[in-house]
Nanobody
């Protein structure tokens, strides 16, 4: 089995910064795409940013220039540096990983449990 454990959420004032981390563990051969999603109350889960194993990134328009996604392949960890936070960034943030397990020939999608980010004065 594979587990994704997130950390780093919390309460921050508008204009502030937070850094989220998500560490994967378990029977992992290789992790391909990793990503962060968020889900605000009453809304659908939305993609925030993705990063490939090679380091190519993609961002939602709403976070471009403010958020940075990165990963450490040796640690099976993905990060999300969030700067210039706005109240509309308030949501539960979920990490995602496309994992090739040991002795498997296909990838499986795994999700973290979610971490709350609240931006408020």
């Amino acid at each position: 089995q594979v587990q994704l454990v997130e950390s780093g959420g919390g309460l921050v004032q508008p204009g502030g910064s937070l850094r989220l981390s998500c560490a994967a563990s378990g029977s992992i051969f290789r992790i391909n795409t990793m990503a962060w999603y968020h889900q605000a109350p009453g809304k659908q889960r939305e993609l925030v940013a993705t990063v490939t194993r090679g380091g190519s990134t993609n961002y939602a328009d709403s976070v471009k220039g403010r958020f940075t996604i990165s990963r450490d392949n040796a640690k099976n960890t993905v990060y999300l540096q969030m700067n210039s936070l706005k109240p509309e960034d308030t949501a539960v943030y979920y990490c995602y990983a496309s994992v090739r397990r040991v002795a498997s020939s296909y990838d499986i999608a795994y999700w973290g449990q979610g971490t709350q980010v609240t931006v408020s004065s």
